[in-house]
């Protein structure tokens, strides 16, 4: 079967991954019962940690799964039926968290917005004071690429005293997150994000608050129990055999991120999407978010007859260049173009020459 | 963190990884929502049910997860509360069957067996004409290092109307498994045993029985649902980022099975097994399983001072061998050789060289 290998990869993730990193991926997959993985994963636990600007006592699991792992298994360790979230639905992210409420039967009710807005002051007010007790959001919804305002939401959790879940999967190290100042209650992100480490593993910090309601929960599902995850944790071990690899790869990014500076390496994503958002204007698009996250930038073709699932197919076949599709109803009208994963300038160059090649041949059009 | 590459191991999984499989994991990860990306997968699928002996109308699934994973999601799509199960329980992974039953309310027997044992006819006499509807079986008890007797097996679940479930994670390609024979509804094996690729997918096929239950039933759990699963895989997606990398190399993998034949590769773990087992006699172990899979060799110290963890960490430190530990209260009791991955009858030589060391040394003793 023929991968294509060489592409320059726009995409939100899988992202791409540095020579440092990717090379670790060639390396035997090490026998993990042992003391030096217990003390890898402990390293793994605090640093990530350090980096999501967690409280002391707060505790990191490492799933070996999708981001989706994370979202289903916080919300069925978390809340149970007695529970009543708010969950922001901004796009397919924000359904999902809906979705999953719904199979676990968790009274939920949807903030629903429209496509490409942020959340406002006035969509969170008729919901204060109404005996909600847990908000879920995902603070990047990835399919509109709208951010969300987290002190905004976060305030309003401190006043009506609801647990803080947020999903950071694409948001982690391109847009600011710090548990301790939001009292957020869990933040998760995946490997294959701004990590930029390949996909199998979903991570998360959880408060002592969020801790406490796990051991005191019954969770739906035997393979996501969290109690389980807490208790093998404590000793740097999993339940179940992770993907130990992909385990090995976080901790290398991590140390990475400690030695080169997390302002740094998050300074970079910015210096990258500042970049593209300052030469993109020239071109025929709209951006179609009015609150952009650093980690994508969503577009819109300005001229209806151009597809821009079409614009995506003809970028990977003839330049080599993946940007990022969107789905279902946004399919033809929306791709996102990702600033995370080992990009530079160069990349945003490349790109920016495709689309001067595809004005020139007619197929981008005003 | 230092995590040694240089160790022979003869884990159960993680096993040891072919330089040719090894080599991909260091490729960039492609976006994977591409033509491209989607008839890999459906090769995957193909190779799959072809080394299953499967039915033409039968589907595989690939899940981003631990081979717990699928016998979790097996569990809870495939039956319901109405039906009642039996379930071989004769180490540590049968009894996670009996588990995840309890976390769903799935009614079932466990028929219990005396550590190191085989399943005879007269364990299963008891339960035959009892209105039982399903059949859960470890076909090779990993912990114990027991194979059952699948042709036996099948003979009872056709007799009775039983739905056959196997967890095959460590007997696939070491030991003989065919779903058409079998009559087998559910086969599921892990990437990181026999298979030799790093871990994070496991992987079932199903017969159109079983996704005729899949798709009547409603699942307990989100990301497990195999509804969702089964029908992303009918264009050869699945619904959530999968652990693509791994994805890549289970297809380098299959496709390399399918060029160095099938037969000739199951071949090569038994001609290991056989020479491991025809000079393991002249040390002071006795075997511990009275039905034994190619995968694995469980051996008990004959004198009850060496402790089976201690000659783990022993072999481990001091001669960079990996032995497989047990856990739990075989752990000073037994320890296991694994056959599977990629070894060679000189790794089976080094490990004799170090018992012949550790008894000069008088550490190992009669």
Known sequence: MDIKKDHINFAVGPVQISEEISRIGADPVPYFRTPDFSALMKENEAL????MDAPEDARAVFLTGSGTASMDA??????????RLLVVAGGSFGHRFCEICEVYGIPHTAIELRQGHALTPADLAPYAGQGYTGFLVNMHETSTGV???????????????????????SAFLADDVSMKRWGADVVFTGSQKALA??????????????????????????????KAALKNGERGQTPFTSAVGILI?????????????FANVQAQIRAIAKDFRS?????????????????????????PEVSAHQLFLTLKDEYGIII???????????????????????DNDALFRAFDDLMARGILKA
Chains 1, 2 share one sequence.
């Open 48 to 51: 990530l940690k350090e980096f």
């Open 74 to 83: 916080v919300t069925q360790n978390v809340f149970t039926k007695d529970d």
């Open 147 to 169: 951010l969300y305002d987290m002190d905004m939401i976060s305030a309003f959790c401190r006043e009506n005293g609801l647990v803080l879940v947020v999903d950071a999967i």
């Open 197 to 226: 480490v390949p996909p199998g593993i979903s991570m998360m910090v959880l408060s002592s608050r969020a801790v406490e309601r796990i051991y005191a929960n019954r969770p739906a599902c035997y393979y996501l129990d969290l």
């Open 249 to 261: 790869q976080i901790n290398a990014r991590l140390n990475q991120i400690k030695r080169d500076g």
């Open 279 to 303: 030469r993109i204007g020239k071109y025929p698009f709209h951006i179609v978010s009015d609150s952009l996250s650093y980690a994508v930038t969503p577009l819109s073709p300005n001229n």
């Open 324 to 346: 990022c599709p969107n789905g279902g109803e946004l399919a033809d009208k929306v791709f996102r173009v990702g600033h995370i994963g080992h990009l530079t300038v160069e």
